[in-house]
């Protein structure tokens, strides 16, 4: 079956401009998970959306949001972009009930924020 | 805070030779844990995963320990293959009734296996 689709892969924006990533979860995945991931720091948890609802929220300000829609497939918005928001930003999907922790990530959208 | 570390930034390995990833983590409440692996340009794969209540999984060349009193966790490789060169991302959960699953990620050790 398909695997998580992130669009776009690479994007270059600059500072003050805002951005919108798309993610396409697995088919019959209602759970849609964002990382960011930048040198040094691993990957920083933003948010979940389950059913079209946020469920848990990382520590990053308000300029970060997200949302899910019917169909699960989830978009992150970034307002005011910053230079330290250049990172590569995962998308991962999972069924969303239980509690395995076992995600499917997508290959990532790369911001560059010049 | 870090709540889960991952303190060797990188590790050089023989071929053939076994390869041990370390990861502390400091939340008492995680009752989950999980090793990803990443390749570049491409997004984390699952590896394997090991629940509180055990302390060690075995999954072909790579097992998994639990030391709770320590809060502590291994992977182990054996034998290391080439192919096995990638980054690890140690990672913990909390389980609860709502079955959320915020994962919490490492920071990452990236494995060298030189043939």
């Known amino acids: 079956k398909a695997g998580v689709t992130q669009t776009p892969r690479y994007l270059i924006k600059t500072r003050g401009q805002q951005v919108t990533l798309s993610c396409s979860p697995i088919s019959g995945h209602r759970s849609v998970s964002w990382y960011q991931q930048t040198p040094g720091q691993g990957l920083q948890f933003l948010f979940e959306y389950f059913s079209e609802t946020q469920r848990n929220k990382g520590n990053f300000p308000g300029r970060f949001s997200g949302r899910q829609f019917s169909n699960s497939r989830s978009e992150m918005n970034v307002s005011t972009l910053e230079l330290g928001d250049s990172a590569l930003y995962l998308c991962?999907?999972?069924?969303?009930?239980?509690?395995?922790?076992?995600?499917?990530f997508g290959e990532g959208s790369r911001l560059t924020v010049l | 805070d870090q709540q889960v570390k991952q303190n060797s930034p990188s590790l050089s390995v023989q071929e053939g030779r076994i390869s041990i990833l370390n990861c502390d983590y400091t939340n008492s409440m995680f009752d989950y844990f999980l090793w990803y692996k990443k390749y570049p340009a491409e997004g984390p794969t699952f590896l394997i995963s090991?629940?509180?209540?055990?302390d060690k999984n075995e999954d072909g060349r790579f097992t998994v320990f639990l030391n709770k009193s320590a809060k502590h966790l291994s992977l182990h490789i054996v034998p290391s293959q080439p192919g096995d060169s990638a980054v690890y991302f140690c990672?913990?959960?909390?389980?609860?009734?709502?079955?959320?699953?915020?994962?919490?990620f490492g920071t990452g050790t990236k494995l060298q296996v030189i043939p």
């Open positions: 991962a999907s999972s069924r969303g009930t239980g509690q395995t922790g076992e995600l499917f």
């Open positions: 090991i629940s509180s209540i055990k």
């Open positions: 990672a913990a959960t909390v389980g609860n009734s709502g079955g959320y699953q915020k994962v919490t």
